[in-house]
């Protein structure tokens, strides 16, 4: 059971990170993808967790706008920048639920927490060393964002854990139903490769994990999963390597990789002083 918990995470970490590649396959523009992804992703959400089927309170719906900007954020950064940039400057999300638990949630940070900060700042510098055009660099600024909104839907989670299925649901439907007029509005219709992209970005990509990783969490410390989905960020730009042949540049790549080593240092920093909030029910890990 323990093996197959780890192995759950993993698969779903494993579609997860398909993301970025799937956008860049895809000719539609990115406010049609958000809108038919979502749509699916409710779809397949509301099918496999029963408890979703339910109207929100008011901090659960509040969070699941907060899920529904960092769907969009995300797609419209992937289109824009390169998919290594946008999926390592939504992971500075750690960083902003450091700065923000404190006020929010009266969770203050340790001391290797702190520590971490110096590295998150560094990494995140070394992304805009890199010659980027106004588009990537418009990406590079809505990938940061994207990482705000998901910290703050991490903390929303963390404060209505009892409605997470919900707020999943919900967050993907305000997501899709809001881009409708911009998705309709938009000059290209999908084809048959656009319409499967589609389906498997909203039921393979971003639904389905959302269901195994929430299974696989049952048997599986808090601590584990969290670096068990670091295989996410590392993932996704070879598959948009591999499949798109986009090459990110050497201080991204370097900026990444600090972001994940602050991201995995701090989380077995935790682990091994005690902290006693690792012992709380751990939240879906947020991912575009």
């Keep these: 059971m323990v093996v197959r918990a780890r192995l759950l995470i993993l698969t779903a970490a494993l579609l997860w990170s398909t993301g970025g590649a799937a956008i860049k396959l895809s000719s539609l523009s990115a406010w049609q993808i958000v809108c038919g992804r979502s749509l699916v992703a409710a779809l397949v959400l509301g099918l496999v967790m029963p408890s979703a089927r339910r109207r929100p309170g008011g901090r659960a719906l509040a969070t699941a706008a907060a899920l529904a900007a960092t769907l969009v954020l ?28 404190p006020w929010l949630l009266k969770e203050h940070p340790s001391r290797g927490e702190k520590l971490a900060v110096p590295v998150f700042l560094l990494g995140l510098g070394l992304f805009f060393l890199d010659q980027l055009s106004a588009g990537q660099l418009l990406g590079n600024v809505l990938a940061l964002v994207s990482g705000l909104a998901s910290a703050l839907t991490i903390l929303g989670l963390r404060a209505t854990r009892d409605e997470s299925p919900v707020v999943l649901v919900w967050g993907n439907l305000l997501a899709g139903v809001g881009t409708v007029p911009l998705a309709l509005g938009s000059a290209s219709w999908p084809g048959a490769l656009d319409i499967g992209l589609l389906v498997f970005l909203g039921a393979v990509q971003l639904g389905l994990p959302y269901a195994i990783f929430a299974r696989g969490l049952r048997h599986t410390p808090a601590v584990e999963a969290s670096l068990l989905g670091l295989v996410e960020p590392v993932l996704n730009p070879m598959w948009a390597l591999l499949f798109v042949g986009e090459r990110p540049g050497a201080w991204a790549m370097v900026g990444g990789a600090l972001l994940l080593v602050a991201t995995a240092w701090r989380t077995l920093q935790a682990a091994r002083s005690g902290d006693p909030r690792l012992d709380r029910p751990p939240l879906e890990r947020q991912t575009g």
């Excluded at 995300?74 to 999300?93: C, D, E, G, H, P």
């Design 74 to 101: 995300f797609v419209q950064a992937t289109k824009l920048t390169t998919a290594a940039n946008a999926i390592f400057l939504q992971s500075t999300s750690p960083l902003c639920v450091l700065l923000l638990s």
